[in-house]
């Protein structure tokens, strides 16, 4: 998960659910930058979900494997692709994406599996 400082609950609530209808798959975690877990533990504490604080060596190794690019997010935290670079390094080598990044104006999702 990549969000906004500014994001509300109810908007990354609502893009998991979008997330999770498209792939057809129920989450098992949610991984997104270190510098943004803590957040995100709060603002998903409904789910019940662990948050995987996903270091900054790991989002750039897998960048490569990112079909989505942000120039924002480049300039921003230093890798072009949060959503699908978080889920990727937490699903571990091999991970395949299956649903790349979907968006709302205030956060962005992707889903892996491990292979």
Known sequence: MGFRRDCPPAALLSLIAQAER?????ATALATPAEK???LRVLTASL???????AAPALRAVQP?????SAAALRRIGVASVAEGAALAAAG?????????????QATCAIAVAS
């Open 48 to 54: 019940a979900l662990p948050v995987l604080a996903i």
């Open 93 to 105: 080598l091999g991970a395949k994406l299956i649903l790349p990044r979907i968006a709302n104006p």
């Open 37 to 39: 877990a803590a957040a």
């Open 22 to 26: 498209r792939a057809g798959v129920r």
């Open 65 to 69: 494997r990112c079909p989505t690019r």
